[in-house]
């Protein structure tokens, strides 16, 4: 059974850090290019962060770059997002996801069943 499980979300203040991680199981982790996805509260979900299988090529969202570090250690089978100087509108439900892109268009595969993260004083 595929299986992709987040945690690490939580209350904090402005200003704060954390650690997401996606621990996968089921499948050949290490061959999936996987993404984080956000949603907030009432609105639609949307993409933060990407990475290729390898680990080598990663990508971001403008409003999270400089801010957010994706990673994944493929041994471990798990996938992290590091959240620096987290801001009130990062506030959301985050899910790690797997992708691919098929043309030009991304196709997600397996979610993970989100983990909540508020920003707030």
């Known amino acids: 059974e595929v299986q992709l499980v987040e945690s690490g979300g939580d209350w904090v203040q402005p200003g704060s850090s954390l650690r997401l991680s996606c621990a996968a199981s089921?499948?050949?982790?290490?061959?999936?290019?996987m993404s984080w996805v956000r949603q907030p509260r009432g609105k639609g979900p949307e993409w933060v962060s990407a990475i290729n299988s390898g680990g080598s090529r990663t990508y971001y969202e403008d409003s999270v770059k400089g801010r957010f570090t994706i990673s994944r250690d493929n041994a471990k089978n798990t996938l992290y997002l590091q959240m620096n100087n987290l801001k009130p509108e990062d506030t959301a439900v985050y899910y790690c996801a797997t992708y691919s892109v098929v043309g030009e268009t991304v196709e997600y595969g397996h979610w993970g069943q989100g983990t909540q993260v508020t920003v707030s004083s």
């Open positions: 089921g499948f050949a982790f290490e061959n999936y290019n």
